[in-house]
């Protein structure tokens, strides 16, 4: 469903990211996966994904805590499911699905 890769720098837009897909991974980002890209922080991804009509570019940024990431021992990008991608965007260990940071206030 989507790839992840540890750590990229996050500068560039989506021009500049289709790029690094395509020279760094191999891979065509157009093809209809979802790419996701962490920041060195890990409070910070930028998700990006084409349709098939136009390419979208998501930026999510942690409150608290940080994004958990699958690890790559080889520094290639990392496949994962449907549900692990639900879990890494809510900011959920989705090795261990449970909250990171509970919310402390109301309204």
Not at 6 to 26: A, D, E, R
Not at 55 to 80: C, H, N
Not at 83 to 91: D, F, H, M, R, S
């Amino acid at each position: 469903m989507g790839r992840s890769r540890s750590f990229w720098p996050m500068g560039g837009g989506m021009n500049t990211l289709s790029l690094k897909i395509q020279q760094g991974l191999g891979r065509d980002p157009h093809g209809g996966e979802i790419f996701c890209f962490r920041g060195r922080k890990g409070d910070l991804i930028k998700v990006l994904w084409h349709d098939g009509v136009s390419m979208s570019l998501y930026l999510k940024r942690l409150e608290a805590g940080k994004f958990i990431w699958p690890d790559s021992q080889s520094g290639t990008a990392v496949p994962v499911s449907a549900a692990q991608l639900g879990y890494l965007l809510e900011g959920i260990d989705w090795r261990n699905p449970r909250w990171t940071q509970r919310p402390t206030k109301v309204g």
